[in-house]
């Protein structure tokens, strides 16, 4: 995610470095479906049958949009606001066309790490084919504790143009891949909505996920509205202080409180198809911290109060010591999540009456 916590790059995986690959053939060695249909339901709970909507009839929901226009017009409207940004919480109103000086450090252009067709996503996102992953270097959160410290604090990946994003996005399709996971995306809705136009043009139907760190403006999300079928934010901290000192954003717990709220306007819950695949809604992250600095329980509860016990949450353990923190100024966070920390965090999913637990969190149970 920004910082995914949990989601490393894999490039021994199946992912490519954009620098070694030509546009024209990337991706094509990563393809290559798992499983059947039938366990990947069962991944995403059998309790849930009753979620389940037609694939049939599944459309994205950007194509609507565009039919009308307005999508292109999204896509200048995003455009325009780099010239003074604001697009995401920082307001750093500077002029991405010119310089990168903004907090994100990003330009004009969405700088992209790699992508790939993603096997370690929740089940109803990789199927049996992938999820179809474009991860973005640099990032609006500066988390300490970062996972992908090369690709978010130090921009590597190669920069493109919204024909060649167009392209990769539409070779994921080709692969077979369930979604397109635009990993990190906050800072780069503009160049994002533009690649989109164009690859829509060309054929793309996918389902489009936006996988980010929660830390996103009303602002951006309205231009998202009708164009995002998933929304997987992150809900990182509780408390203002503790978001401060690990991704100095001290709004952060506000602003991501808005910003899911929103999200879950937009798309309502999670839905999948009859094979177990999500096709639209909101599907919860969060990351447990070591010491409880992330203030879990606390967000289960607000989750489970404020958008509906039925909300899709995967409680993620895989916190380990990276980034920043192996430097010794965050000696508290130092070390993985213990099995009672991740325990606790389990039950006080259940205390809060959460009923749709990620496999991924459910296993552990
Ligand atoms: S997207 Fe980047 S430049 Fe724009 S407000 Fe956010 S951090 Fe600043």
């Known amino acids: 995610m920004r910082s995914l916590p949990g989601t490393q790059l894999n490039r021994s995986a199946g992912g490519l470095s954009l620098d070694a690959v030509p ?3 990337l991706l094509a060695e990563s393809s290559r479906c798992q499983g059947d249909a039938r366990s990947v339901l069962k991944v995403c709970g059998d309790a849930f049958r009753y979620r389940i909507a037609a694939t049939v009839s599944f459309q994205p929901a950007y194509l609507e949009l565009y039919q009308t226009g307005e999508l292109k017009r999204r896509a200048e409207r995003a455009m325009a606001m780099l010239s003074d940004c604001t697009l995401c919480p920082r307001v750093c109103n500077v002029n991405r066309a010119e310089e990168r000086t903004g907090t994100c450090g990003s330009g004009r252009y969405a700088i992209v790490s790699s ?3 993603h096997f370690g996503e929740e089940g109803c996102l990789r199927g049996r084919c992938g999820s179809g992953t474009i991860f973005f270097a640099w990032c609006n959160l500066r988390c300490a504790f970062c996972q992908n410290w090369e690709t978010s604090w130090e921009g590597e990946g190669r920069e493109v143009t919204a024909e060649e ?3 990769v996005m539409l070779q994921l399709q ?4 369930h979604n397109i996971n635009l990993v990190s995306p906050s800072h780069v809705v503009a160049p994002i909505l533009a690649a989109l136009v164009i690859a829509l043009e060309q054929g793309l139907r996918l389902p489009l996920v936006y996988n980010s760190g929660g830390y996103d403006s009303l602002a951006a999300l309205a231009l998202l509205d009708g164009v995002v079928d998933i929304y997987m934010p992150d809900f990182k901290f509780w408390d203002s202080a503790q978001a401060e000192r690990y991704c100095a954003a001290a709004d952060y717990p ?6 899911i709220r929103e999200m879950q306007r937009q798309v309502g819950p999670l839905t999948l198809d009859d094979s177990g695949i999500a ?3 909101l599907l919860l992250r969060h990351l447990v911290m070591p010491g409880g600095v992330a203030g879990t329980e606390a967000i289960l509860e607000w989750v489970a109060r404020e958008l509906g016990r039925d909300t899709y949450v995967n409680v993620m353990m895989q916190y380990r010591p990276a980034g920043r923190v192996r430097g010794g100024e965050f000696s508290e966070i130092d070390s993985p999540v213990s099995e009672g ?3 606790r965090a389990l039950e006080a999913a259940r205390k809060a009456g959460l009923i749709r637990l ?3 969190s459910a296993a552990r149970d």
């Open 115 to 117: 992508a790939f067709a």
């Open 279 to 281: 096709q639209r809604g």
């Open 174 to 177: 080709a692969q077979g891949c």
């Open 341 to 343: 920390e991740f325990r």
């Open 165 to 167: 994003l167009a392209s």
């Open 23 to 25: 546009f024209d053939g």
């Open 254 to 259: 506000e602003v991501a409180r808005q910003a």
């Open 358 to 360: 990620d496999r991924h």
